[in-house]
């Protein structure tokens, strides 16, 4: 099969100018996405679709390549990530690339490594899915959340559930933005009923990393996991 790996690294970050090839640990942040996608052994290309000249320069120094400049239309605040992927896959799919399946792999996941991708790929394929998400349990059961009340008293969100030992509720997942796998024909738009799966992923691998204090608390587990060697 052809699979491609997409890393959408835009440069108009604002809380961290610059994020995606920020130093992280003595390397730019995206060369840890870039390398997971190659040592998966999973893509034929890992592909980066940025509107930024530095971005593509520093990704293609890392093994990624770069056959188009994204266009400033999908650059900005609002535009989402399906939609660069999907522009990806079809400037490719015109320029001859038959292409069986896409990853869009976030540029901010240095935690992410190719053991994941791998399995991730392998359940995405014999589990025949159209999509396949990555995702983390939550760290504790969201049917026992509190909210506050009209006079600002916390109550349970879900009171039937307020006496339920957590170990018999049911595991709750969330995104955890770091990978997505695509069938072609999704991207097309030619599937009818979606078979949406997940990949759970071990939350020490998983961080969003949106301000300073993400990207500091991020070198921390990384490094960690460095030395703990842990899959």
Known sequence: MNNIAVIPAR?????????????FNGAPLISYSIKAALDSGVFSKVIVSSDD???????TQYGACAPFVRDKSLADDFTGT??????AYKRLKQSGENIDNVCCIYATAPLLNGFHLKRAYQKFIEEKADTLTSICEFPFPIQRAFIEDPNGNIV??????????????????QDCGQFYFYTAQNLEGKVANLKRIGYAMPRYRVIDIDTL???????????????????
């Open 11 to 23: 440069g108009g970050s604002k809380r961290i100018p610059l994020k995606n090839i920020k130093d």
């Open 82 to 87: 399906y939609d660069v992927v999907v522009d």
């Open 213 to 231: 204090d993400d990207f500091v608390y991020a070198q921390a587990i990384s490094k960690a996991l460095e030395e703990l060697n842990l899959e």
């Open 156 to 173: 349970y969100r879900e009171p039937q559930f307020a006496m339920t030992r957590s170990q018999d509720l049911q595991p709750c997942y």
């Open 53 to 59: 000249k530095k971005i593509i320069e520093v990704a």
